[in-house]
Every structure is written in C-alpha cells, then in structure tokens.
C-alpha cells in the first residue's frame, strides 16, 4: 500500500495490480538496464549533484556581473562568501574578457571554488574561447589595457613571444601554452558530465562524442601544458568551445614548434 512519510512523500508501493495488496511491483526490464554513457566519458564525470545545479555562462572578467549572477543563484553572500551549499554551479567558460577586473574576477572563482568544495557543494569551470585564445595569444578585442598591465613584469625567453607587441609579452609569457596560466587553465575541461548532464562552452556534435569525451579533453589539457606545439583541430573549430560563426570570424592562432602569430 501507498504510504507517506514525515516529510509529506510517499513511497511507491502500490495495492493490488494482480500482485496482491502491499507488493511492489516488479522491476522494469528498462529500469534493470544501466544508463547509455558515452564513449571514453568516465574521466569527465563529476560526481553527482547532491543538490540544485545552476549553470552560468561568460563572464569575460566582469566582476560585478560575477557577483550579481553567483548571488542571485543563491551562491554567494553581499560579502563575497559562499552560502550555497551543496549547491553546484557549472560556469561555462570565457571566464577571461575585456574587463580591467579579470585579474580580480579569477581570484574571486579560485576563493569560492575551495569555499564550495568545503561545503559540499562545488564551481566547476570550463574551458570558452576566450582561454583558448589567451592560451593561443591571440589578445585581439578580448583583453583590457589592464590586462596587460596586471602582467607587465612577466619575462619570458620563449621565441613565441618576441614578435608581439612590447606590452603583450608579459602577459604572453604567462599564457603561453606550457606557461603558469595555462597550466592552471589545464585542469579546466572543454566538456563536463554531471549526472544526467553534459555541459560545454558552445556545442557538442556526435563527431565529438563518437571521438571520446575524455580524448577531447586529454587533447586540450596537453595542448595547454606544452605536451603538444600543434593546437588540436577540434579547439579551432566548431564544437565544444567555439561556435560555427566565431570559428569563421575569428580563428585563433595555432602554434608549430616554432610558430610566429598570426592574426585574424
């Protein structure tokens, strides 16, 4: 029979339906059968929400539009703080933009993302264009004079770096795949599996889930940490942090092993 808890819920037991009064029913064969998962996806899978889930998308550096998105989501506190919970928050990529509080809006996730891991909850971030081309120097439109600024005492030997401009190469010295910025970019993926969900910056097509989810990942991250000079395709081409119209538009630039930039 139908019962109910303290909570107001019921359980699922069900009278009569010819297997007699106070029987559950039997299982389903679907509900036997596991879930389909993805090729090559278990490395990408975070552990499932306990909680509400809430997604945001770019933010490019923006520090009050960071705060008053995470607050509303019920995140944050008028200080800054975690209060969330178990709450998740999946922040889509384009964290970096042309905003001269981008330094400040980094620290402000790196600080909250420790604080919801304590909780129980957690700030996962992915990886947008926008890193990709940090990461590809390719400054053009997406980073603020401050941006450079934040940057300017970086110093770098590396000969990618020496036909910039006098005031990029600091920053270049940091984002430079195989540099400190891009190593931490790293541990960002392109695409994330929660649960029932799969999360990604701009798209995921059956070409990338046929390719292994975690292989697109793996490529990223080794791309990012100087494993590998050659940007993998899929980073410069519509899928999983570019769109069909910003791939066409505005290409990132793609290194060799002794690349010079190039610009769109």
């Known amino acids: 029979m139908r019962g109910r808890h303290q909570d107001g819920s019921q359980d699922r037991r069900e009278e009569g339906r010819g297997q007699g009064r106070g029987q559950e029913e039997p299982a389903t064969d679907a509900a036997k059968k596991p879930r389909p998962r993805a090729p090559a996806s278990e490395k990408s899978r975070v552990a499932d929400p306990k909680g509400r889930v809430v997604v945001l998308g770019s933010l490019n550096g923006d520090l009050a539009a960071t705060k008053a998105a995470l ?4 995140a944050i506190d008028d200080a800054g703080k975690w209060t969330g919970g178990d ?13 001269k509080d981008e330094k400040a809006t980094l620290a402000l996730l790196d600080d909250l993302a420790a604080q919801a891991q304590a909780a129980g909850g957690a ?8 890193e990709i081309l940090n990461v590809a120097l390719n400054f053009k439109d997406i980073v603020h004079a401050q941006g450079f600024k934040d940057y300017s005492k970086e110093k770098s030997d590396d000969p990618r770096i020496e036909s910039l401009p006098a005031n990029q190469r600091g920053r270049a010295a940091v984002f430079a795949s195989g540099g400190p910025a891009a190593k931490k970019l790293s541990e960002q993926k392109l695409i994330l599996v929660a649960g029932d ?3 990604a910056h701009a798209g ?3 070409e990338h889930v046929q390719k292994g989810i975690d292989n697109i990942n793996d490529e990223s991250t ?7 000079a ?9 899928g999983p942090a570019r769109t069909p119209a910003s791939a066409a538009t505005s290409p990132p630039a793609r290194w060799s092993s002794k ?4 610009w769109p």
Request: glycine fraction near 12%; hydrophobic fraction near 45%.
């Open 259 to 262: 690349p010079s930039p190039t």
């Open 197 to 199: 969900s799969v999360f």
């Open 230 to 238: 050659m940007m993998p395709d899929m980073l410069a081409a519509p």
């Open 204 to 206: 995921l097509l059956g």
């Open 222 to 228: 080794k791309w990012m940490l100087g494993e590998i």
């Open 87 to 99: 709450l998740v928050v999946v922040q889509l990529g384009n964290q970096f933009g042309n905003s």
């Open 123 to 130: 700030l996962y971030r992915l990886t947008g264009e926008n």
């Open 71 to 74: 607050k509303t989501a019920g």
